[in-house]
């Protein structure tokens, strides 16, 4: 069945460092893929998407390309702020499993000041 | 827009007794869904409705039951508590032109006793 794997936590960094945070994933068909980012005691937000290979998807200075020939969904920001401390998942859907979403384990990111 | 609304936000219940968490999006989005999240695991899928009248098993249905009320409305149910069940629980939907896309709510934080 289809499964997304993230890199391990927590991740932390200092203000204005660059982040990386590892997808991948394994699923039948062509699915979509998603980051969401949950801020403390709240729900997921939608961060960012991408509906076919080669796509890249951004908001609010994060980005992430899906490369189907290593099946990765790495998101990206090149300058994290205090306010970016939060929990990351990364999710696959469609496919096969049309509007079901497949989850990763979620990354915790703390930022420094 | 409200967007995606849970009741209650917090809960706590001695086991074998019984709760309904309540969901309601004003979206006008066709398919919702039910996920449990726990520590390290991301988010699996409890129960899922397509459209209203329709209701399917996800990943983890045992212990749960659910009803779509309207379109509007779905209902997931605790008939028995289990400390197992001790966990956060969120509510999604997605509308029809975009399927796999997910809008979660706030939540509801559940600990079985």
């Known amino acids: 069945g289809d499964s997304v794997t993230q890199m391990e936590g927590p991740v932390t960094l200092s203000e204005e460092a660059f982040l990386t945070i590892n997808c991948t994933y394994t699923a039948t068909g062509y699915p979509s893929l998603f980051w969401y980012v949950q801020y403390p005691g709240e729900g997921l937000q939608l961060l960012l998407k991408?509906?076919?290979?080669?796509d890249k998807g951004s908001n609010k200075g994060f980005e992430a390309t899906y490369r189907k020939e290593t099946t990765s969904f790495h998101l990206e920001k090149g300058s994290v702020q205090v306010s970016d401390s939060a929990v990351y998942f990364c999710a696959l859907g469609g496919g096969t499993s049309y509007g079901k979403l497949t989850f990763g384990q979620g990354t915790i990111l703390t930022v420094h000041p | 827009n409200a967007g995606v609304t849970q009741t209650p936000k917090f809960q706590v219940l001695k086991t074998g007794q019984s709760m309904t968490l309540q969901c309601a999006q004003d979206?006008?989005?066709?398919?919702m869904y039910w996920y449990r999240q726990d520590p390290g695991m991301g988010l699996r899928l409890i129960y899922y409705?397509?459209?209203?009248?329709?209701?399917d098993k996800g990943e983890v249905p045992n212990g749960y039951n659910v009803s779509r009320l309207n379109k509007r409305e779905f209902s997931l149910r605790l008939e028995s508590a289990a400390p197992s069940q001790t966990s956060v629980y969120f509510c999604?939907?997605?509308?029809?032109?975009?399927?796999?896309?997910?809008?979660f709510g706030p939540g509801t934080r559940l600990l079985v006793l």
């Open positions: 991408a509906t076919k290979a080669d």
């Open positions: 979206m006008n989005h066709n398919s």
């Open positions: 999604a939907s997605s509308p029809p032109d975009d399927g796999p896309t997910q809008y």
């Open positions: 409705s397509a459209s209203e009248g329709t209701t």
